[in-house]
């Protein structure tokens, strides 16, 4: 115990960066989302939904291809930015970095946090406040806007929590930068990779001050809710006024817009800058520019057989997340008293940090300890130091994504659709598949669809959890960024982003034909 | 021949009795009403029948067998059962059309004549112009038809309506009564149906159950149910009676806690004691005899007029001729006909 206690204090420079890393990114997320969450969903703001579209990719791409983005315009010599205002003039690495980084991948989280407060504030209340004589903005600022606020603040909570379990990002701006800026996850790495009993007790012991935070969070985020619940208005399809901004309209738009090009689109663009250059950090010019990565990096053995072994695995974890997740919402439903502990098992993982989760099985599965109790069962000598293992922790990490879309569409189809095709003349099995089964689908479908796109780019659990000598496309955008050129890595990650937008065209396809959307 | 028989049946949600000691038999093509109050059972004894809840104790018989019983449980798809959902559950994925021809597709019935069995069962329910259409395109009503054709179109022996008509307006619930009737005629189905509305009971049932509070109080012939309530609340329920309690001296009853006192017709003379007063609106008569009452409302019902007064926290409720009168006036009200509970 005082070993432990004597471990946390050697390093805590560790636990203060993460702590303060994720301060700074929830604080950023918070600050920036708040005004724009009601610009763009109480105003009458000139292309919203062009706004909001842009503004909610962030939570769609990987937060680590972000980085690049950020780190070929604000490196401190080679970056664009830094080309155009002179030299030195933004540094990207260390803490402000990757706060500034999380805090933008993490801006969907309040934006739509809000959102759905929002809309639910009783527009009454509004209206309310408009009769005693507020003039519109007065009225969104001391009725709306404190309503919405718990709603705004959990959202902020989230982005705590996603950032401080953050691994890709830290590891890309913080390891390699002067002074060095490590924080639990990407330190936990190290010291697996150093290996040996003292540093992987020391990484387990890590492990658990990150693990706290979630429950912290979370219990955040519940008494936030609470906060908030009771004064939003249950009532559906109340679609509150936007408040008109008259004159201010134009600037405005063009203000958020610029916001827009300059935290979403310019990232992009440089990531797509740097995939054509010969050679990142070259004079820019057009003579400079090649395809030659292009068919180098996509067509190259490497790749493609990282492409295969992720394809595998991310619609293998999509599929056993849908069947494991119906399952447990069947179960749910059922017997109900199973309900808090099939809740806990299928939505716990998910708050769990995927560094500590990979090194859980890492340790559960290592050579070193499975002679304790697992040392005769075969599949588990068989799944170490193989890619199943991956499979496993992507299937555990989102089996809440599953468990939670299926417990919701299940909860919205009433129960006599079955029990009239039980009495219609079906089986119990053959009245669940024809007569709930096609309303689940659209559920279960959006529920595989995400879990494929957030495996197939998934970086943090990966490298702790893949076997030496094959890779994935996460561990391979991460190699090739960390060790190889950036100019390689900058065409996987364009490549994966055409693939999240595809996916992302999909789920919003299904979205629209789930049951509650209709309407 | 009984088609139904239920014996003694218990079912409690949690440590709530809902359904308490129940027992009744159907005969084979009868048709049985189960009347009663919002939240008495109804549905929870028709969803028994029907196999969807297991009664906690006694037996439900169906055609002689046993499908329900201690160790016996017999799956809902094996009873032959049709049934119409208070919530409809009409499937929002399949078409009308796909909807009925549901429970003949699981017959594996060939596909021409289940066409024609499907055509013929949405022209019982006037429903033929919309076969194609998808549920969410349909009415509250238009719903409720397309579940009755749903459940009617394997041609079951017995069918179960969980107030199949409530959401009908009046000329079309007339038109699915007859309908109703005319088809039982023809096909001597067993029917168990379920509604609050008493006029649609007593127009449509051969016998009624009155429920309250998970057990039946009576059950009996509409017009015997009408003529003879057997409790209080029978009467209350069935024609809306007043119903009031208080003491029977000599002829005289005395509402108890209130001054006010009726004499009762010569036929109730001979009881004494405490007893349960049930009066129809109609037999109450207004006029220059009887007890003195301010009346609080007149309500013009056409034919007839409604006329209410205060008796301490209840109404008295009377019925008879349009009278030129107007609220707080006093009245004269006689007890021309009615019916003693509990006196000696
Ligand atoms: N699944 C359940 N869990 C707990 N209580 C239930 C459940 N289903 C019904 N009840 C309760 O049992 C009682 C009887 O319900 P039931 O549906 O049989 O009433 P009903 O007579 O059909 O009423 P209505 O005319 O309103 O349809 C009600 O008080 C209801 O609240
Ligand atoms: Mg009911």
């Known amino acids: 115990m005082s070993a432990s206690l004597s471990m946390l204090v050697e390093e805590g420079g560790a636990l203060a960066s993460t702590l303060g890393v994720s301060l700074g990114a929830s604080g950023l997320a918070f600050v920036l989302g708040t005004p724009l969450a009601i610009l763009l969903f109480r105003t009458d703001l000139a292309l919203r939904g062009v706004f909001v579209a842009l503004f909610t990719l962030p939570s769609a791409v990987p937060p680590f291809i972000w980085g690049m983005g950020w780190l070929s315009l604000a490196s401190p010599r080679a970056g664009y930015l830094n080309r155009f205002f002179g030299e030195g003039t933004f540094d990207i690495y260390g803490a402000g970095g990757i706060a500034f980084v999380m805090g933008l991948s993490g801006l969907p989280l309040v934006l739509l946090a809000g959102a759905a407060a929002l809309r639910r504030v009783d527009p009454a209340l509004d209206e309310a406040a408009r009769v005693c004589g507020a003039t519109p903005l007065r009225a969104l600022l001391t009725t709306t806007l404190p309503l919405a606020l718990p709603s705004l603040l959990s959202g902020a909570v989230m982005v705590l929590l996603m950032t401080a379990s953050a691994f890709g990002v830290p590891y890309l701006l913080g390891v390699s930068a002067t002074p060095p800026t490590r924080v639990l996850t990407t330190r936990i790495y190290e010291l697996v990779l150093l290996g040996g009993e003292g540093s992987l007790t020391r990484a387990l012991v890590l492990s658990s001050a990150l693990v706290l935070l979630a429950p912290v969070a979370l219990l955040a985020t519940w008494a936030l809710g609470r906060a908030g619940r009771v004064r939003l208005s249950a009532g559906k399809g109340l679609s509150p006024r936007t408040l008109s901004l008259g004159r201010a309209r134009g600037p405005l738009s063009l203000a958020v817009g610029a916001v827009c090009a300059g935290l979403v689109l310019l990232p992009l663009g440089a990531v797509a800058l740097t995939s054509i250059q010969r050679s990142f950090g070259a004079e820019l010019s057009w003579e400079s520019l090649t395809f030659a990565h292009w068919t180098g990096v996509l067509l190259a053995n490497r790749t493609l057989d990282a492409a295969g072994r992720s394809l595998v695995l991310s619609v293998g974890a999509g599929a056993l997340v849908c069947a494991l997740g119906l399952a447990s919402a069947v179960l749910r439903r059922r017997f109900r008293r199973l309900g808090p502990a099939v809740e806990a098992l299928a939505v716990w993982p998910y708050a769990i940090p995927g560094t500590v989760l990979a090194l859980a099985l890492l340790v559960a599965f290592s050579r070193d300890v499975r002679f304790i109790l697992l040392d005769r069962v075969a599949f588990v000598l068989a799944l170490a130091h193989t890619p199943w293992l991956l499979l496993l922790a992507y299937v555990v990490k989102h089996l809440a994504l599953g468990a939670r879309n299926s417990t919701e569409a299940l909860a919205q189809v009433d129960v006599s659709l079955a029990e009239a095709a039980r009495v219609s003349g079906a089986g119990p099995v053959r009245a669940f598949v024809d007569a709930l089964l096609p309303l689940l689908r659209p559920a279960l479908l959006a529920a595989f669809v995400l879990t494929f796109l957030v495996c197939v780019t998934e970086i943090t659990m990966s490298v702790l959890l893949i076997p030496a000598g094959s890779e994935v496309l996460g561990t391979l955008l991460f190699e090739l960024q960390s060790y190889a050129d950036p100019a390689s890595a900058a065409v996987l990650a364009c490549a994966l982003v055409v693939l999240v937008l595809l996916g992302q065209g999909a789920l919003a396809g299904v979205r629209r034909r789930l049951p509650g959307e209709r309407a | ?344």
């Open chain 2, 1 to 344: 021949m009984t088609a139904i028989a239920l014996e003694g049946l218990e079912k409690a949600y949690g440590t709530t009795p809902v359904v308490r000691g129940l027992t009744l038999e159907v005969r084979e093509g009868e048709l049985v009403t189960l009347l009663g109050p919002s939240g008495c059972g109804k549905t929870t004894t028709l969803r028994m029948i029907a196999g969807l809840e297991h009664p906690d104790a006694g037996v439900i018989r169906m055609g002689g067998e046993v499908v329900a019983g201690p160790g016996i449980r017999v799956p809902p798809e094996r009873r032959g059962l049709g049934m119409v959902f208070q919530s409809y559950a009409v499937w929002p994925h399949r078409s009308v059309e796909a909807n009925v021809a549901y429970p003949l597709a699981l017959q594996g019935m060939p596909k021409a004549e289940l066409a024609s069995r499907v055509r013929e069962a949405l022209r019982w329910v006037r429903l033929e112009a919309l076969a194609s259409r998808m549920p969410h395109a349909l009415s509250g009503g238009q719903l409720q038809r397309v579940a009755l054709a749903r459940a009617l179109v394997a041609g079951p022996k017995v069918l179960l309506l969980d107030e199949p008509l409530s959401n009908l307006d009046a000329a079309l619930r007339e038109e699915l009564r007859a309908e109703i009737a005319a088809l039982r005629a023809r096909l001597g189905t067993t029917m168990v149906f379920v509604t609050h509305d008493q006029g649609e009971a007593l127009a449509l049932s051969d016998r009624i159950a009155v429920m309250n509070l998970g057990v039946i109080e009576q059950l009996d012939a509409p017009e015997r149910l009408y003529r003879e309530p057997g409790t209080p609340f029978v009467a209350s329920f069935v024609g809306g009676a007043n119903v009031l309690t208080g003491e029977v001296e000599q002829g005289v009853f005395h509402c108890a806690g209130l001054p006010h006192a009726f004499v009762l017709p010569p036929g109730l003379h001979a009881r004494n004691g405490s007893a349960t007063l049930v009066v129809r609106p109609e037999d109450l008569e207004l006029g220059a005899e009887g007890t003195e009452l301010p009346l609080s409302a007149r309500l013009f019902l056409g034919h007839a007029a409604e006329y209410r007064f205060p008796l301490g926290d209840t109404l008295l409720r009377a019925v008879g001729p349009v009278l030129d009168v107007r609220p707080g006036q006093t009245l004269r009200v006689r007890v021309r006909k009615a019916r003693l509970f509990g006196a000696e």
